[in-house]
């Protein structure tokens, strides 16, 4: 970072950003845990696959992602012919680590009546490997329309997966991976802050640990929690996920006053994603300059990643009435 920053001295960076978006006809998008700068730059700032599905909308011939790698990953999946870019290709992410993709084959093959209801934070290799990839967001109404009795293995976030088992009652085979993020948060620190703000709500994202999530007030995606905390009536809000997102608060609602929850030490520097605190100003400058580091993919691979994706995109897309749910849209193995 330094040394990037050095051969870029006396640069106006925002500036050259600016000019290589148009020459290079790209869309930037930035996810909510990025750094205010990253954000305020980009043409879209949201959730991971709401990003990938409006830079596939677009014409732009590049997409500069700042967030991490499977982000990337699903950009390309999304767009095979648009080049993507990742300004620091080391982003990577503590769900898709905990979930090896040779290790979610076997766990896979040892379980042959489940289907493999997979988060979104995961690799390419084990999008191709899943029946059916979620988001936090799509995740209850995806699982409204598999039947009562498929077998069903969840990862590789083990707290969204016991978070929807918990609401929905179904019994899921849960892949033991957390959010490094999310599992920071401290009960104890939490508990003390609610008390020096009596009233004030706490908005949690599902990857938080169950005693985290048994505090909350409003559970959801971050995109929830944004909209949650924006039509609050409290002036006081506690925000129970990466801090970064309180950045779109603070500039939609600035009369309010957003409260990052705690880690262990009493403050919440923890629980900055440090993935997602590898991408900077100037690496996205460099990444449009160079075009590199590029996300490269094997078609069949892709091809494989997207039927899962596919799934997820068609089943999230339907309203799920009370005769709806159990109804057998997918035919698991």
């Given at each position: 970072?330094?040394?990037?920053?050095?051969?870029?001295?006396?640069?106006?960076?925002?500036?050259?950003?600016?000019?290589?978006?148009?020459?290079?006809?790209?869309v930037i998008?930035?996810?909510?845990?990025?750094?205010?700068?990253?954000?305020?730059i980009?043409?879209?700032?949201?959730?991971?696959?709401?990003?990938?599905?409006?830079?596939?909308?677009?014409?732009?011939?590049?997409?500069?992602?700042?967030?991490?790698?499977?982000m990337?990953?699903?950009a390309?999946?999304?767009s095979?012919?648009?080049?993507?870019?990742?300004?620091d290709?080391?982003?990577?992410?503590?769900?898709?680590?905990?979930?090896?993709?040779d290790?979610?084959?076997?766990?896979?093959?040892?379980?042959?009546?489940?289907?493999?209801?997979?988060?979104?934070?995961?690799?390419?290799?084990?999008?191709?490997?899943?029946?059916?990839?979620?988001?936090?967001?799509?995740?209850?109404?995806?699982?409204?329309?598999?039947?009562?009795?498929?077998k069903?293995?969840?990862?590789?976030?083990?707290?969204?997966?016991?978070?929807?088992?918990?609401?929905?009652?179904?019994?899921?085979?849960?892949?033991?991976?957390?959010?490094?993020?999310?599992?920071?948060?401290?009960?104890?620190?939490?508990?003390?802050?609610?008390?020096?703000?009596?009233?004030a709500?706490?908005?949690?994202?599902?990857?938080?640990?169950?005693?985290?999530?048994?505090?909350a007030?409003?559970?959801?995606?971050?995109?929830?929690?944004?909209d949650?905390?924006?039509?609050?009536?409290?002036?006081?809000?506690?925000?129970?996920?990466?801090?970064?997102?309180?950045?779109?608060m603070?500039?939609?609602?600035?009369?309010?006053?957003?409260?990052?929850?705690?880690?262990?030490?009493?403050?919440?520097?923890?629980?900055?994603?440090?993935?997602?605190?590898?991408?900077?100003?100037?690496?996205?400058?460099?990444?449009?300059?160079?075009?590199?580091?590029?996300?490269?993919?094997?078609e069949?691979?892709?091809?494989?990643?997207?039927?899962?994706?596919?799934?997820?995109?068609?089943?999230?897309?339907?309203?799920?009435?009370?005769?709806?749910?159990?109804?057998?849209?997918?035919?698991?193995?």
């Amino acid at each position: 970072m330094n040394v990037i920053a050095g051969s870029l001295r006396g640069l106006d960076i925002r500036a050259e950003i600016d000019r290589l978006r148009k020459e290079r006809n790209a869309v930037i998008l930035a996810h909510y845990y990025q750094e205010p700068a990253l954000q305020d730059i980009a043409d879209f700032v949201g959730d991971s696959l709401d990003l990938s599905r409006k830079a596939a909308a677009t014409d732009a011939d590049v997409i500069a992602f700042c967030g991490v790698r499977f982000m990337a990953e699903t950009a390309k999946i999304l767009s095979p012919d648009k080049i993507v870019v990742l300004p620091d290709m080391n982003a990577g992410c503590s769900l898709e680590d905990s979930c090896p993709p040779d290790q979610f084959k076997a766990f896979r093959e040892a379980h042959p009546h489940h289907i493999a209801l997979t988060y979104i934070n995961c690799s390419a290799e084990v999008k191709a490997l899943s029946d059916i990839i979620v988001t936090s967001s799509s995740a209850e109404t995806i699982l409204a329309q598999i039947p009562q009795d498929q077998k069903i293995i969840f990862g590789p976030d083990k707290n969204l997966g016991g978070w929807l088992a918990r609401k929905t009652g179904r019994d899921m085979l849960l892949w033991p991976g957390v959010c490094i993020v999310h599992e920071a948060f401290s009960e104890t620190e939490l508990l003390k802050l609610k008390a020096q703000h009596p009233g004030a709500p706490v908005l949690a994202h599902p990857e938080c640990p169950p005693h985290i999530l048994d505090h909350a007030d409003h559970v959801g995606s971050t995109k929830a929690i944004l909209d949650e905390a924006l039509k609050s009536d409290s002036e006081t809000i506690i925000v129970a996920t990466e801090p970064h997102i309180m950045h779109q608060m603070e500039k939609a609602a600035p009369h309010k006053q957003f409260i990052g929850a705690p880690g262990a030490d009493g403050n919440c520097n923890c629980n900055m994603c440090p993935y997602m605190a590898l991408n900077s100003m100037e690496k996205l400058y460099v990444a449009l300059r160079d075009l590199q580091p590029r996300i490269e993919m094997d078609e069949q691979l892709r091809l494989r990643a997207r039927t899962s994706l596919d799934r997820m995109l068609e089943m999230a897309g339907r309203t799920v009435g009370q005769g709806d749910v159990g109804r057998p849209v997918f035919a698991g193995a």
